[in-house]
């Protein structure tokens, strides 16, 4: 399995410790997957290490190139929901057809309207993905998201089957996180979801290398996708629901998201803190939800925060404890024993196994 040690700014005792562990947990990614890339970032307190393995079209990863990171993009969506919060923009218990474009009509039940914070902590009911998608998936599935346009969504979203009860159970939907940022966008009367995201999260957390817009150089640096079979795949657009997958970034630059996540601070401590807390148990007090954060308690006043994030040809895990580290896994293959490297490290900043 050929390993390239990125970039170290830790003790040599430390890189012992982790490497063993990363290259053990993505030996069985690489398997036989002669195309797969896969870049791991830790962060052991103040101390960075970045493994880099395998290869995408005769190119070695590093810590620049650039990655799909799927659902990871709805952390930046709930911290740009607990933004809005802070500056009086909305409420988390406003219901989302308040802060949609005219047009725009929200399903209810039971004379209940769904609220920010449902879609939030994916207590809403609705779907996992808009009404008519799955056939455009169906025609399209190399890239459906850029096939579901705005009058589509906009179409169908009345007719959206509210599955349980507003509030009774949690119940993950794509579709939740997608409308959040449009009315996030909307209330902030900016031009869409990508505008408000960079002006208020992405500019003042310095994450230059992550957005869903690639300037030409970062295009030059994205390395390609493949699903499970090995099967290229082309990079996903979304033309509605960015919000809940539509981001790319680097491990240089999700390892910089982590580590002011670990130790927050700045103009927007207090609106990472509120994304982080605990909005919602999901299995009593073994998992919890933030805004879009998950949340593992592990041990006494220790907590695994995470996310992780798959379009058609990548897998991304993202994760960490306050005040200890974290953990960024960006793969080009649609695997989730990323998860499983993901997790082995947080167990063992946990446990020290």
């Not at 995470?306 to 793969?331: A, K, M």
Request: contains cysteine.
């Amino acid at each position: 399995m050929r390993l390239l040690l990125l970039a170290t700014l830790a003790c040599p005792a430390m890189a012992e410790d982790w490497k063993p562990l990363v290259e053990k947990q993505a030996a069985p990614i690489l398997k036989d997957r002669k195309y797969a890339a896969v870049v791991v970032g830790v962060l052991d307190k103040d101390q960075e290490e970045i493994f880099a393995f395998g290869e995408s079209n005769g190119m070695a990863p590093d810590c620049c190139s650039v990655f799909e990171i799927g659902s990871i993009t709805k952390v930046f969506t709930g911290i740009l929901l607990a933004d809005r919060v802070k500056a009086g923009v909305v409420k988390l218990d406003d219901p989302v057809q308040k802060h949609l474009p005219d047009g725009w009509v929200m399903p209810r039940r039971d004379d209940r309207d769904i609220t920010l914070l449902h879609l939030a902590t994916h207590t809403s009911g609705i779907s996992r993905v808009p009404y008519g998608f799955l056939s455009v998936m169906i025609a399209h599935p190399e890239d459906p998201f850029a096939r579901f346009d705005r009058d589509a969504l906009i179409k169908g979203l009345p007719k959206t089957e509210i599955r349980n009860p507003i509030g009774a159970r949690h119940e993950y939907s794509n579709l939740g996180v997608g409308l959040l940022g449009d009315a996030l966008a909307h209330a902030s009367k900016a031009k869409n979801y990508e505008a408000i995201l960079n002006e208020r999260v992405l500019s003042p957390l310095g994450l230059d290398d992550t957005g869903i817009t690639l300037t030409d150089a970062q295009k030059k640096r994205i390395v390609s996708g493949f699903d499970g079979k090995g099967k290229a795949q082309p990079n996903w657009d979304f033309a509605t629901c960015g919000a809940c997958g539509a981001i790319r970034s680097t491990v240089a630059d999700m390892l910089k998201f982590v580590k002011i996540n670990m130790e927050p601070e700045g103009p927007l401590k207090d609106a990472l803190l509120m994304a982080q807390q605990n909005w919602r148990d999901i299995k009593g007090e073994d998992e919890q939800i933030g805004l879009c954060w998950f949340r593992y308690p592990s041990g006494k006043k220790l907590f695994r925060i995470w996310h992780n994030g798959q379009t058609g040809g990548y897998h991304s895990f993202l994760g960490f404890i306050p005040g200890r580290g974290g953990v960024v896994v960006l793969c080009n293959v649609t695997t989730f024993q990323v998860d499983d490297l993901g997790f082995a490290v947080l167990k063992k900043m946990v446990t020290g196994k």
